[in-house]
């Protein structure tokens, strides 16, 4: 059988015949058989791009955003005591929603970099640990981009004995490093 059905079937003809039909006839119905398959291959494709090219709209609404917001990545500042006041604040507002007491924040030197500089403050808060934990947990999932970089944790002493039959939550003391990075103006 050649392949071509009953319609066409090679041995109801004679042998010579029969083998000269499935010599050219099998290449034919063989390209057309591949060209087949390479139109649904090239439809598939067309479909993703059809796909693709509908999320224009989104993608551009995305980065006329990105571009009004400036980069939400990088601390923001004129220079760089406007954006460690600019860090002091952000962290003060992490901090506090906690539950956790910020006691002192300090500006740590300015580290620069290749294209960025590293803004940094050093905070001293005190709370429970959950507090304590909630903030390092803000400020590590925060945007933009912040990095605790050092840490100290101590308990707290404790000034006041709780009455007997109550038991006080621990505190702690923290000490944390925290830097943001800061783009150099020539390299936005």
């Known amino acids: 059988m050649c392949g ?32 087949d398959t390479d139109i649904l291959q090239q439809r598939a494709i067309l479909a ?11 993608v551009a609404d995305l980065a006329a955003q990105a571009a009004s917001n400036g980069s939400a990545e990088f601390l923001q ?3 760089d005591g406007v954006a460690a006041a600019n860090l002091q604040t952000l962290v003060k507002g992490m901090v506090e929603p906690t539950g956790a007491r910020l006691r002192s924040v ?11 500089k590293f803004i940094g403050v050093q905070v001293d808060i005190t709370g429970t640990i959950e507090a304590v934990y909630q903030s390092v947990r803000a400020v590590e999932t925060a945007k933009p981009f912040l990095f605790i970089v050092g840490a100290l944790l101590k308990p707290t ?14 505190t702690i003391d923290a000490q944390l490093d925290i830097i943001g990075a800061m783009q150099i103006e020539g390299n936005k």
């Open 4 to 35: 071509f059905g009953a319609a066409y079937s090679c041995c109801s003809m004679p042998p010579p015949l029969s083998g000269l039909l499935c010599l050219f006839a099998w290449p034919i119905q063989a390209f057309f058989a591949d060209r």
């Open 48 to 58: 993703r791009l059809d796909a693709i090219a509908a999320q224009r709209a989104t």
């Open 77 to 79: 500042g004129g220079n």
């Open 106 to 116: 300090r500006t740590l030197p300015t580290k620069p970099e290749e294209s960025m």
């Open 157 to 170: 002493q404790q000034a006041a004995i709780a009455p007997s039959g109550t038991s006080a939550a621990p």
